[in-house]
């Protein structure tokens, strides 16, 4: 049931002012809530019954709705709230399934090549090799800075440092030759290298390489240890796996 009313009332009313004509006009108009006059409750304090206001008091108007009222309860909130809980559930575990971070590999593959250069007081090395990085992210890897240290018989013969190197897409692998240059300074190791009695020159050489990369707005850091044999005293070097 909706009623109009407003603010207004009889003393606002320039017809209603009077007390003779004001009781006149209750005894004639139903009182509230009634269409017959028998009921007992209020009369209207608005329109008293008619149906009409007060010129100038339309925007004052009252919606009065009962409390039995169905727009007062609405259907199905509680399958509403679910389906909201479920959905919002279901974007955050996807955001999460894309966004969390996944491992990202560094892996030797082989030796591409291997030039030696004799001088007078050193062996110059220089060798090449492949490696393997993947990415299992969902978002590309950027390598900062590429490490590379060689060792021959524990001893530091090469450092290598690489900061232009292309990304890694999403999901993907993607191979780097990384060149290498070892100067031998070492007596020991240029008579061996330089020896024409030996028949077999075969050095073994330790990388230890480090890698930065940058993913998801946080930095990582990968290290990797391995081994390579080279011929130093021609170039005999074919290309094999790395151990």
């Known amino acids: 049931m909706v009623t109009p009313g407003c603010k207004g009332d009889a003393a606002e009313d320039p017809d ?3 007390g003779p004509e004001k ?5 004639h108009f139903p009182p509230y809530g009634s269409i017959n006059g028998n009921s007992t409750g209020d009369t209207c304090p608005t329109c008293r019954g008619t149906g009409r206001i007060p010129r100038g008091h339309q925007d004052q108007l009252v919606a009065v709705i009962p409390c039995n009222d169905v ?10 709230v679910c389906i ?6 279901f974007l955050c575990c996807l955001m999460l399934f894309f966004l969390f971070p996944r491992s990202v590999t560094l892996a030797p593959v082989s030796v591409l090549s291997s030039m030696v250069y004799f001088t007078p007081d050193t062996v110059e090395l220089e060798i090449t090799n492949l490696f393997n990085i993947t990415n299992e992210n969902f978002v590309p890897v950027q390598i900062v800075e590429f490490t590379i240290q060689s060792l021959v018989a524990k001893s530091i013969v090469g450092k290598e440092k690489i900061s ?12 780097y030759p990384i060149k290498v240059n070892l100067p031998v300074k070492s007596d020991g190791l240029i008579s061996f290298c330089k020896s024409s009695s030996i028949k077999i020159h075969t050095l073994f050489v330790e990388l230890q ?3 930065n990369i940058s993913y998801l707005s946080h ?3 990968l290290s990797l240890d391995t081994f390579e044999y080279i011929d130093c005293g021609a170039n005999s070097t074919t290309p094999h796996p790395m151990t």
């Open 16 to 18: 209603l002012t009077k």
């Open 71 to 80: 727009r007062l309860k609405p259907r199905r909130t509680k399958l509403y």
């Open 164 to 175: 232009n190197m292309s990304a890694v897409p999403n999901r993907s692998q993607k191979s």
């Open 23 to 27: 009781e006149k006009t209750l005894r």
């Open 209 to 211: 390489i480090t890698m």
């Open 219 to 221: 930095m990582e850091q």
């Open 84 to 89: 909201s809980m479920a959905v919002c559930l």
